[in-house]
């Protein structure tokens, strides 16, 4: 008699001790414990052509940046360190001119040439890059608000970080210089203050 309590007793914690690893509990991941082989090779192969496919997309970004940055207007003089006679006056005080240029150069790569937020380095980011050319959005932003964008980069006034910060490479009269080159872009047009105009 009393080796049938021990067996009653024994049988329910046997019983339980066989069940709470199927029934999730425990520690580590169970889910691919009843993987096939074959499925596991699946799965891993899935994971290869993703990361494949992602490299081959940052691949293609760096590819259209390269040659958005060789066909920019003063690629020669960023990579020689030296500007033409043209080039100096294109940068000097603030004006549409080198405005334009600087826009050319260093935004239309993924804000579109007339900000339309098409540029080739566009495709894919998250969030869309801003269309400086939709009136309605940028006309409401003012020249300080355009000026701590460009400076400090999206993050500074709570947007993408994929804005990066340009204070280090332009000077306050280039990013005011890009300031009134933005503002010729919105539709309707913007008809308020730019920079260097009283």
């Known amino acids: 008699m009393n080796t049938t309590r021990i067996s009653s007793a024994i049988f329910p914690a046997l019983l339980l001790s066989l069940l709470l690893p199927l029934s999730g509990c425990g520690d580590g991941d169970d889910s691919r414990r009843f993987e096939s082989e074959q499925t596991r090779r699946i799965r891993e192969q899935v994971r290869a052509d993703m990361e494949r496919e992602r490299l081959e997309r940052i691949g293609l970004r760096l590819a259209a940046m390269n040659e958005a940055l060789a066909n920019s207007p003063n690629a020669y003089a960023l990579s020689a360190g030296e500007a033409t006679d043209d080039e100096e006056a294109a940068f000097a005080g603030i004006s549409l001119e080198s405005g334009e240029t600087l826009y050319t150069a260093n935004c239309s790569g993924c804000h579109g040439a007339r900000g339309h937020g ?3 380095l566009s495709a894919g980011l998250q969030p869309a890059p801003a269309k400086h050319a939709d009136g309605a ?27 990066a910060p340009w204070g280090a490479s332009l000077s306050e009269d280039d990013i005011s210089s890009l300031i009134v080159f933005i503002r010729t872009l919105p539709e309707p047009a913007y008809e308020g203050p730019v920079p260097g105009k009283s």
């Open 118 to 120: 098409d540029g080739p």
């Open 137 to 163: 959005y940028m006309n409401e932003l003012s020249n300080a608000h355009l000026f701590k964008v460009i400076a400090e980069g999206g993050t500074a006034v709570g947007k993408s970080s994929m804005m």
